[in-house]
């Protein structure tokens, strides 16, 4: 907030000489007042006439100059943010005489990444969490959750193999509950221990996505379609009937079911068992980010090609062309986070895209944030680990 100071000047009283009755000369005028504290000259007395003849009386002396005008405060910097603050404006000049103006603050530092470990130099593939103290990756068959300070904890059962793709767990929930892990197996973390959940006959892995949606109950994307799943079950159930092609991305939003596979945006509304896609001719889509209700659904999309969005059925690239990205996550519109490769990471503020800079040349796949103002976690290749304080 910037500090005025205010300097009122004060309108000078003029002291007006009187005339003799006679003769003689005259006395001589009233002095000028003060000058206000603004700085304005007080103006001279007005000379007195003569009632017969005498000279007039001497104008009286001007005012002094009002004192000059304190300079203004300088600007308060700004916060740190994801980029840095502006510095405040420059004070006003004072007013007539006053001081120059104070100078304009700095601008506040920006927040930078932190690099954590991950106690692994392989490819984290995803990052969920339910809060920044109860966060979860995967990278190769490891799985990694994070609690406090700078290092993660290897949650690992020996019994697990292959490549995990995806992970995902219950959404703003004070405990863990259950964690699901999936890729060229499929498991899941609950009461402090890992059970496997097994294709079927109906899915063919590896799974590339899941959705946590109940209480040990899953919807994931894989080679053949959208499948959902709950403990107890004994058979996955198709969401849907899927046009065909591998699932890349899956992602839900007011009870809504969106899909990528190639360059087409799938959609799946809440009761419908129909799947209706749209060519975008955008090729390589991998995950969203929906946001919206109703008909103002908009959806931000990740690609082999840049950053993609899409409203009202047409999708366009905005941002980053030339370089793939591979993860998005948003607390709203204009709070939306893009990660891919290279280190690029870009932020979007509801007007524009920002690239940030990430302290690292790796190539990033994912990321996952609390709210607009909370931590923002980022995973990538060769034990990359990335966090943000907002």
Not at 76 to 83: E, M, R
Not at 277 to 299: E, H, S, Y
Not at 312 to 318: D, E, H, P
Request: aromatic share 8%; glycine share 24%; net charge negative.
């Amino acid at each position: 907030m910037r500090n005025w100071k205010w300097v009122v000047a004060c309108a000078p009283l003029l002291l007006v000489g009187c005339g003799s009755d006679d003769s003689s000369d005259s006395g001589s005028g009233g002095s000028g007042a003060l000058g206000g504290s603004a700085g304005a000259s007080g103006a001279g007395g007005v000379a007195g006439t003569s009632s017969s003849g005498g000279a007039g009386a001497s104008g009286g002396s001007a005012g002094t100059s009002g004192a000059a005008g304190t300079s203004g405060a300088a600007g308060t910097a700004g916060s740190g943010g994801s980029v840095a603050g502006q510095g405040g404006a420059g004070g006003s000049a004072g007013q007539a005489s006053g001081g120059v103006g104070g100078t304009a603050g700095s601008g506040g530092a920006a927040a930078s990444w932190e690099a954590m470990d991950g106690q692994t130099q392989e490819d984290f593939r995803a990052v969920w969490g339910v809060a920044p103290s109860n966060v979860w990756a995967v990278a190769g068959s490891h799985v990694r959750h994070y609690v406090s300070g700078n290092t993660w904890s290897s949650v690992d059962s020996g019994s697990m193999t292959g490549t995990y793709l995806d992970v995902s767990g219950p959404s703003g929930s004070v405990g863990t509950q259950d964690v699901w892990v999936v890729g060229d197996r499929i498991d899941y973390y609950f009461g402090n221990q890992w059970s496997g959940v097994g294709f079927g006959s109906s899915v063919t892995g590896p799974a590339t996505s899941v959705l946590r949606v109940g209480l040990r109950e899953v919807v994931v994307g894989a080679q053949n379609g959208v499948f959902q799943f709950k403990v107890g079950d004994t058979e996955w159930t198709a969401r849907g009937t899927w046009p065909g092609g591998v699932v890349s991305g899956l992602w839900s939003e007011a009870g809504d079911l969106y899909a990528t596979t190639g360059s087409s945006l799938c959609t799946l509304p809440g009761g419908s068992s129909t799947w209706s896609c749209d060519d975008t001719g955008l090729g390589g889509l991998n995950r969203g980010f929906a946001t919206g209700t109703g008909g103002a659904i908009v959806q931000f999309i990740t690609s082999a090609n840049g950053i993609v969005r899409s409203s009202a059925g047409s999708a366009s690239r905005v941002h980053g062309s030339g370089t793939a990205f591979h993860g998005v996550w948003g607390s709203g519109p204009s709070d939306v986070f893009f990660v891919g490769d290279g280190g690029a990471i870009v932020h979007f503020d509801g007007a524009n895209y920002t690239d940030l800079a990430s302290g690292t040349t790796n190539d990033l796949n994912d990321v996952w944030g609390e709210g607009a103002t909370g931590a923002v976690f980022v995973v990538g290749d060769s034990g990359t680990l990335l966090r943000l304080e907002r």
